[in-house]
């Protein structure tokens, strides 16, 4: 090929590359499952990123999905799923988004793209109040039952087993959404439940008889998932949270649910 040849496909592939990127900084059609609207499942009993007031889904998640939806021209639906349906969900095309408190594992990059991260999370046990686990080195060692939500980070870890720093399958008992395996804990069917620190505040708060162990467990971030096959939506909801993290919103959002500890 000549270098005039050259010079004119390299020519031609920056118009497109110029013509698609004002393609996505408009509206772009087929960006979503369904036009004009952006699909997120979450699991909605994990306040306060998630969670019912009345008939409505708020929270941090709910509040940051909603601004990004109002950046991209797009409808925000919340659709309310078991948390361990929300990955192979966006990974079958059935939501756009999966906003739910998620962390970024590497076993969950294998399936779907990470946004950027907009928040972080801490792994915490919640004990009753007076119980002889009184830090994570008591709750590994005894014969604890550990009650967790399914498929969730906190399930992951302490299912792995002892050396790996859990409590092993057999001591570990799933429940579908976190505020199930608090009851459980109430009830003294589980010894301790391992759960993000900020519904299990909100968790301790709405209970009596709860408390938090001091003792953190594992940091994480969180981010949103899509869909491994759509750049142009994971271009366009970090282009947009960069944008509402620049403003402030992000950061309003997050103080509006989680007040700076004084
Ligand atoms: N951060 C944890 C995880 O990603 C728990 C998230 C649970 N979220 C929820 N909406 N129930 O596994």
């Known amino acids: 090929m000549n270098s005039f040849a050259k010079k004119v496909i390299a020519t031609v592939l920056t118009a497109a590359m110029a013509f698609s990127f004002a393609a996505c900084s408009t509206k772009s059609e087929g960006m979503t499952i369904e036009e004009g609207k ?22 941090i998640d709910a509040e940051i999905a909603q601004a990004v939806a109002d950046k ?17 969900g966006v990974q079958s095309g059935k939501y756009d988004i999966g906003c739910a408190g998620m962390t970024v594992t590497e076993s969950r990059l294998q399936s779907v793209n990470f946004t950027s991260t907009y928040a972080t ?18 709750l590994l060692a005894g014969d604890y039952i550990v009650g967790v939500q399914s498929g969730t980070t906190g399930d992951i870890y302490m299912s792995s087993s002892v050396e790996d720093g859990g409590v092993g399958e057999d001591r570990v008992d799933r429940y579908a ?13 589980v010894d301790a439940v391992v759960i993000d620190n900020e519904p299990a505040k909100a968790f301790v708060a ?54 700076a500890e004084s």
Request: glycine letters at 8%; a negative charge.
């Open 38 to 59: 952006l699909i997120m499942a979450t699991n909605a009993f994990f306040p306060p990123y998630e969670y019912y007031e009345g008939e409505t889904i708020t929270g």
């Open 72 to 88: 991209l021209g797009l409808e925000l639906v919340i659709e309310d799923v078991s948390f361990d349906s929300i990955i192979a």
């Open 121 to 138: 999370g801490i792994q915490s046990v919640i004990v009753a109040e007076g119980s002889e686990i009184t830090d994570v080195d008591t």
């Open 177 to 189: 959404r976190g505020n199930d395996a608090v009851v459980a804990l109430m009830s003294g069917k």
């Open 206 to 259: 709405a209970n009596e008889g709860l408390t938090i162990l001091d003792t953190a467990y594992a940091e994480e971030d969180y981010a949103m998932a899509i869909n491994k096959d759509n750049q142009e939506l994971l271009d366009a909801v970090n282009g947009a949270l960069a944008e509402l993290e620049a403003d402030g919103t992000l950061d309003a959002i997050i103080t509006k649910y989680i007040p």
